[in-house]
């Protein structure tokens, strides 16, 4: 069974890097095709896609963020990073990671997501 | 990128009754190679993450309700729900998987009529 959660402050300031870790069971990222997303959803709006990263350490980012984000992985620990950077009150959003497989197409599993708040 | 774009934005439908939602893209997802469509549609309920729905455009995910189905090729996509069920009232979106950036729909609201 897959599962992934994620983790991290619940609340940054303006200009501060935020770092979301996300901590998955059920696969891992170092078996052929296996991907981990993360998609971010701002209060009452749509789901937006930001960055994602293969087991052979292929990694896409969203061309409107890309020079924000960073996405790295622990094959050891079963988790993904993100890092972004520069956080405004628009960053604002509940961040969600997900499971993709190479091969099969959308993001099957999700976890619950986490809140942040970007305010001083 | 491509651009999803679903309508309604919300709908109401009577319990027992059919609702149908449709989402359109603005270049074709069908990957001629595979002959599949990179199409997606999710269901997501207050507080809680999206549930994958259909993929492949048209194939339900494990455990899903067969009252659920998925339609289109190319560009026009459609999700219908054959027989609404009170449990049913949630957002759906589309998102298409055939390149990056990956895009969603906007959303569509269902509520019981």
Redesign the interface.
Known sequence: QITLKESGPTLVKPTQTLTLTCTFSGFSLSASAEGV?WIRQPPGK????LA?IYWDDDK?????LKSRLTITKDTSKNQVVLIMTNMYPVDTATY?C?H?TYT?????Y????TLVTVSS | DIVMTQSPDSLAVSLGERATINCKSSQSVLYSSSNENYLAWYQQKPGQPPKLLIYWASTRESGVPDRFSGSGSGTDFTLTISSLQAEDVAVYYCQQYYGTPYTFGQGTKLEIK
């Open positions: 997303g749509a789901l937006e896609w994602l896409r980012y969203s061309p409107s969600y997900a993709r099969s197409g959308p993001f099957d999700w976890g619950q997501g």
